[in-house]
């Protein structure tokens, strides 16, 4: 062997060892040390500081911890994770690198509204959030209506959502939409008719697909509650015209004169419990169902969507 | 080991000072004291933070620069002046040239961060009046500021083995700016699918991760830093390297000279 | 033994920007130096001879062939202590005096360090370079540089030297002293190979040439030998492409080169081969004594080419 070839042995050798370790050693380094969206939220204490020391190149800037924002949330999820602490300043930092990026209010929104295993669980938060891209783009009639959309869903603050609704109807372009919500909040705020409203126009009103698909969860976990209502109110009059309970969902659909055995949006009868409970064949199919769960279900720590367009 | 390295090593460095890099410590003394004195002034209970934070941040900005500077023009300065004749048709391997001008761009680095460190605890010792226990583990910031050094030297050498200054410079700042942000890149690879995924993952993994390396926040706000961190940054930095550097040799030991 | 075996080295660049296409600048190459000559490479601009002496220092690598120096394969590192080179044209760390650049140049050649000191100023005087302590080299003008170029090539006392162009960037006087250092270098026992497009450099100094033209080996030969073939002879041209049976009778080599045909014959005949032109009422041009025979031998190798390239089209 020539010196040259030795050294080509030699050489090529040392490449593919270190490389290997290179490899290994980051994935070990990662377990080690807490991942950069963290570290990030801990240390940055002025946003506007950041802003400054990012020397113009802001809009990549907020571009990054966007995604780190979204990354954080993810992970956090997906492991079940009980806090989600460093949300509300990653989103913090990254709308105030830039202000005009309009997912982060609205994702972010709906990241942190939401109580654990759905989201942070910090309205105040996401309120603030809202309340600052109002400030920076106030001409954008969805940021009220995700607004009015925390008030309404989380906080059950129906005076508030109205007054969010009414402002966000009289920005130019708004949908019309934003009116009838305004008004039902005033009056019907606890109706699943305006759940119902609500969602059908966030479904109308984007392309998104996981805005979709999250308010199709919604619209069916809206139709479940709607129809346990309706059932149930069925046994309870079955039981003071006849005195007893309703021995199966047959003969409560007979004495109802229902049109067949009720069924759930995927097509799975109701069940009667021997307590004269309605309830879901299958929970773990549907979030967000206040009714017809049975007793003691506990969720699933992971929601998924089970309704793909 | 042939000495031959170290005789390359030493004039690279000769080079560098001949050149008057080491000029740049002026401008480092300056924008450090002036910080000092600015937020000794005004005193806002945050002088540490500040003079760790500006400090630390210039070493490494400094460095960055000097090492792409001149690790650039490195290799294809002298192809292109033919100072290479002289050398190659002596008994030095083309190896040894390349690992001797890693020595010494690695050893004027060094050279020029001790005396910023310095600088860097003077300030301190200035706005603060005293060191405190935390304060030793700016040493340790430094010394993984150093540990990039490395990386980046040896980027900028490779580079310099096949392409010319300008490309190579180019080459050598968009991977430190994208080591930068490595975490995030191994990030955006975890949420691609199918081919897209591993083509991501692998460079996610290839490019030099300095995100690991920069812990100048956390010393500035006196956070810990484990031994285990330390030990296997140190590791990481000279595996990674010895790749380049092994890449550098076996493009160099085919090149035809011009 | 042989002090340099090249062993069929040939070399074929790839140039132009997307497209490459291949330039061949070294035809196979074929050649042995004994130890102890003066060998000189000759050559017009652009024939070659820069890329065999890369070739043979490592700096480019050979497209096929292998060559033998002092008995090692040419690429072994261990024969590099014991040759010296000086580039055509040399550039040196220009930051660097000539001292510190020889030192740092001793230490790669393994000089031991006591010897160094005493070696730099030795070669350097013997280069004719006093004076130049403390100056740097970007300083140096380009008869300097070449002057600090022969004094790294013989700096380690190596066996062969390889110099390529050693008189080119020289007044007169320092040709003269060039000139001088290599008939030593020679009676110091070196081997010495250098490259030259200057005939009578070539002629005063060589034991052997070897002509090259268009990377392509076109004659070698000692020059005493040379010399005795062309001596008293004289150079006939003439106007047309006709060449007199009675020219041929005596004994001249001819070579048609366009228009003219260029004849060699002994100085004796010059009289006869008037006299052949006239009967056959050619045009005479110019007669002229060969006073340089390396020059003739030169000319007629290149002339050789053109003949044949000019049947060819
Ligand atoms: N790096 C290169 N790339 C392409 N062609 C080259 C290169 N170096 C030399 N050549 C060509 O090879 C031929 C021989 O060049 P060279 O050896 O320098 O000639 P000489 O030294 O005899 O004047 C020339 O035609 C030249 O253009
Ligand atoms: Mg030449």
């Known amino acids: 062997m020539t010196a040259a070839q030795r050294t080509t042995v030699i050489a090529s050798g040392c490449l593919a060892v270190s490389m290997v370790a290179c490899i290994l050693l980051l994935q070990h380094i990662d377990e080690i040390r807490p991942p950069a969206a963290v570290d990030d939220a801990l240390y940055v204490n002025s946003p506007k500081l950041l802003k400054r020391a990012s020397l113009g190149f802001d809009g990549l800037m907020a571009c990054i911890y966007w995604t780190r924002a979204v990354q954080y949330f993810g992970e956090r999820h997906f492991n079940h994770a009980a806090s989600y602490n460093e949300l509300a300043p990653l989103l913090e930092i990254t709308t105030a690198l830039d202000p005009h990026l309009l997912p982060a209010y609205q994702f972010g929104a709906s990241f942190l509204a939401p109580n654990p295993p759905n989201g942070a669980g910090q309205p105040d938060r996401a309120i603030q959030l809202m309340r600052f891209g109002i400030a920076h783009n106030p001409d954008n009639w969805r940021l009220y209506y995700n607004l009015g959309f925390v008030y309404y869903t989380e906080l059950k603050d129906y005076e508030k959502a109205s007054q969010v609704f009414e402002e966000g109807s009289e920005v130019p372009g708004a949908n019309s939409l934003m009116k009838v919500l305004a008004a039902k909040m005033a009056f019907h705020a606890g109706d699943l008719a305006t759940a119902r409203l609500l969602w059908s126009s966030t479904y109308e009103s984007t392309q998104d697909s996981y805005v979709r698909a999250n308010a199709i969860e919604h619209l069916r976990a809206i139709k479940v509650d709607e129809d346990v209502t309706n059932l149930q109110a069925a046994v309870t009059r079955f039981g003071e015209r006849t005195g007893q309970l309703p021995t199966s969902m047959a003969e409560l659909a007979a004495a109802e004169h229902f049109r067949g055995i009720p069924t759930d949006p995927d097509g799975h009868p109701y069940r009667l419990t021997s307590d004269g409970r309605i309830e879901v064949q299958n929970p773990d199919d549907f979030n967000f169902l206040t009714k017809g769960l049975p007793r003691g279900y506990k969720p699933p720590a992971l929601p998924q969507f089970h309704h793909r367009e | 080991m042939s000495p031959r390295m170290f005789y390359i090593a030493f004039n690279t460095f000769r080079e560098a000072v001949r050149d008057r890099v080491l000029y740049n410590l002026i401008a480092f003394a300056v924008l450090l004291s002036g910080a000092a004195i600015f937020v000794g002034q005004i005193s806002i209970q945050i002088e540490r933070l500040v003079v760790v934070n500006l400090g630390l941040t210039a070493v490494s900005l400094f460095g960055i620069v000097i090492a792409i500077f001149i690790g650039i023009g490195l290799v294809s300065k002298e192809i292109e002046k033919r100072t290479l004749y002289t050398m190659l048709s002596r008994p030095v391997r083309r190896w040894e040239f390349i690992v001797g001008k890693f020595l010494g761009l690695a050893g004027t680095l060094m050279v020029n961060t001790f005396f910023m460190a310095i600088g860097v605890f003077g300030a301190l010792l200035y706005v603060a009046h005293k060191f405190t226990a935390p304060d030793a583990l700016i040493l340790v910031a430094l010394y993984f500021i150093i540990l990039e050094f490395l990386i980046i030297c040896a980027l900028a050498l490779l580079f310099s083995s096949f392409s010319s200054p300008l490309l190579s410079a180019v080459f050598a700042f968009s991977l430190f700016v994208i080591g930068s942000f490595a975490d995030d890149l191994r990030g955006f690879a975890a949420l691609t699918h199918g081919l897209t995924r591993w083509l991501a993952t692998g460079a996610a993994y290839l490019v030099p991760n300095f995100s690991a390396l920069n812990v100048i926040s956390a010393v500035a706000h006196a956070q810990p830093i484990g031994l285990q961190l330390i030990l296997q940054n140190t590791l990481y930095a000279l595996f990674y390297t010895a790749m380049t550097l092994s890449a550098a040799v076996l493009i160099f030991e085919r090149r035809n000279l011009k | ?313």
């Open chain 3, 1 to 313: 033994m042989a002090a340099i075996e090249i062993l069929g080295l040939e070399k074929t660049y790839m140039v132009g920007f997307w497209q490459k296409r291949p330039k061949r600048a070294l035809q196979p190459l074929h050649l042995a130096v004994e130890e102890g000559e003066i060998f000189g490479f000759l050559g017009p601009n652009g024939a070659g001879k820069t890329t065999t002496l890369k070739l043979l220092m490592g700096l480019v690598f050979p497209t096929a062939g292998t060559a033998r120096i002092l008995g090692h394969e040419w690429t072994d590192p261990a024969i590099k202590a014991q040759i010296g080179f000086l580039p055509e044209q040399p550039y040196f760390y220009d930051y660097l005096t000539a001292h510190e650049l020889l030192d740092y140049y001793g230490q790669l050649s393994g000089v031991p360090g006591k010897e160094r000191k005493h070696k730099v100023e030795e070669v350097l005087q013997r280069v004719g370079l006093t004076d130049v302590k403390g100056v740097q080299l970007r300083k140096f003008s380009k008869g300097m540089l070449q002057r600090v170029g022969i004094a790294q090539a013989i700096l380690h006392n190596p066996r062969v030297v390889f110099f390529d162009e050693p008189m080119s960037g020289l007044d007169p006087l320092g040709r003269r002293e060039v000139r001088d250092l290599i008939e030593q270098l020679k009676h110091e026992g070196k081997t010495v190979f250098f490259s030259t497009h200057i005939l009578p450099d070539a002629e005063a100094l060589c034991d052997r040439v070897a002509i090259i033209h268009k990377g392509e080996l076109r004659g070698v030969g000692a020059v005493a030998d040379l010399t005795s073939t062309v001596q008293g002879k004289v150079e006939v041209i003439w106007h047309g492409t006709q060449i007199p049976a009675s020219m041929k009778a005596l004994g001249a080599e001819c070579h048609v080169t366009g228009e003219t045909v260029r004849a060699i014959v002994p100085e004796k005949q010059q009289d006869a081969a008037i006299d052949a032109l006239r009967r056959e009422r050619l045009r005479l041009i110019a007669i002229t004594p060969l006073r340089t025979s390396l020059e003739a031998y030169f000319v007629e190798k290149l002339q050789h080419s053109q003949t044949t390239a000019g049947t060819r089209s």
